[in-house]
Each structure stands twice: as C-alpha cells, then as structure tokens.
C-alpha cells in the first residue's frame, strides 16, 4: 500500500518561503512522476509542478521562477521549494504519485500573509 506524506506547511510573510516534502512509503519505484498540487478554499485542485521520473520538469506559469521542484529517488521523496511567496499562494498543497494509479497524500496549509 502506498502511502504518501507531505509536511513543511505553515504561516510565513509575502515574500518568504517555504520547503514542502512527501515522503513516500510502500513499493515505490522512482520510475513513476510525481507532482504537487493545491487547492485554495472555493477553488479546484490544480497543478503546481511536476517531475518525471527521469528528472523532467513542468510548472503552471504563476509559479515559474518561483518554485522548484526536485526528487531524491534514494529517499522516495519529492520536495517542492516555494521563494517570493505571495498571498495567492495560499492553499492546500497535495503531494502526488501516479503509477498508472493516482495517490494522494492528505495535504499541508501553506498560508501567505499580505
């Protein structure tokens, strides 16, 4: 059973940042994508930033220049590194690893304060 766990949410000032990691547990192999997703209150998910398992990035444009998304394969975890925050990046962010399945870890509140 696959089990993912994000932490490094909180409450930090425009401008600052943040660390988000998933810790994946189970079979997992670093073959497979990994991504990381948010959802503000009222809003749907939606794509942050993605990586392949080779290493192949993709961000939606609002975060571009912003955030960097990396993998440790040794570790089975991915972490999401958030600069320059602003207060429409306040949300839920989901960390997720799709095998052909979909996993979704529970999510971390990242809240950015004006």
């Known amino acids: 059973q696959v089990q993912l766990v994000e932490s490094g949410g909180g409450l930090v000032q425009a401008g600052g940042s943040l660390r988000l990691s998933c810790a994946a547990s189970?079979?997992?192999?670093?073959?497979?994508?990994m991504g990381w997703y948010r959802q503000a209150p009222g809003n749907q998910r939606e794509l942050v930033a993605h990586?392949?398992?080779?290493?192949?990035?993709n961000y939606r444009d609002s975060v571009k220049g912003r955030f960097t998304i990396t993998r440790d394969g040794a570790k089975n975890t991915v972490y999401l590194q958030m600069n320059s925050l602003k207060p429409e990046d306040t949300a839920v962010y989901f960390c997720?690893?799709?095998?052909?399945?979909?996993?979704w870890g529970k999510g971390t509140l990242v809240t950015v304060s004006s």
């Open positions: 997720n690893l799709n095998t052909g399945t979909a996993y």
């Open positions: 189970g079979s997992i192999f670093s073959i497979y994508s």
């Open positions: 990586i392949s398992g080779i290493g192949t990035t």
